[in-house]
């Protein structure tokens, strides 16, 4: 299988600072890296996802960087806003069959 | 456009009863997964099913079946309830890409 672990497990900022949440895997053959968020009472969503051929993507305020020698990848949300606190979740899938692996969840709170 | 559909959102059980989550998606998705969800766990894997007619055990199997009825739904029994499986269940379907997710089910076993 893979190893999945996810730093740091919460986070608190102050809107409009950044936030950066960190994931590393123990497999070298993981080929894509989603990046989930999960509201309250709700399932989680997918909001960017990175390829293993890609370094860095980014969507508006949101930027994923991978970087597959250390075998590590990271979420970056710039201007933060209140509705961005949810818990996020990395996820590490494998080349072989369609099974993700999770990391265990950032907790992040934007104080107005 | 529904996505992915949980059936119940909410359910009660005691011990030793039995009871069947159901999920729908119309995705026309291959690959569905059962996870549950539990505090500083994040979400492990359960069963999936990489086609209909074939299901496969994931992280946490014991004390659960499932059933790959049709390509849409995907369904997850307990047979009999422990406390340990009061958690938070989540169906997902996929293709290429990422999971999307239902809104889950709240199971509490007493």
């Known amino acids: 299988g893979e190893n999945v672990e996810q730093h740091p497990s919460t986070l608190s900022v102050q809107e409009g600072d950044s936030a950066v949440i960190k994931c590393t895997y123990s497999d070298s053959a993981s080929n894509y890296f989603p990046w989930y968020k999960q509201e309250l009472g709700k399932g989680p969503q997918l909001i960017i996802d990175i390829r293993s051929n890609v370094g860095e993507k980014k969507d508006q305020r949101i930027a994923v960087t991978l970087n597959k020698t250390a075998k590590h990848f990271s979420l970056h949300i710039t201007e933060t806003q209140p509705e961005d606190s949810a818990v996020y979740f990395c996820?590490?899938?494998?080349?072989?069959?369609?099974?993700?692996?999770f990391g265990t969840g950032t907790s992040l709170t934007v104080i107005p | 456009n529904a996505g992915v559909t949980q059936t119940p959102k909410f359910q009660v059980l005691k011990t030793g009863q039995s009871m069947t989550l159901q999920c729908a998606q119309d995705m026309n998705h291959n690959s569905m997964y059962w996870y549950r969800q539990d505090p500083g766990m994040g979400l492990r894997l359960i069963y999936y099913s990489a086609s209909e007619g074939t299901t496969d055990k994931g992280e946490v199997p014991n004390g659960y079946n499932v059933s790959r009825l049709n390509k849409r739904e995907f369904s997850l029994r307990l047979e009999s309830a422990a406390p340990s499986q009061t958690s938070v269940y989540f169906c997902a379907s996929s293709e290429v890409s990422g999971y999307t997710f239902g809104s889950g089910t709240r199971l509490t076993v007493v």
């Open positions: 996820a590490v899938r494998l080349p072989t069959g369609n099974q993700f692996y």
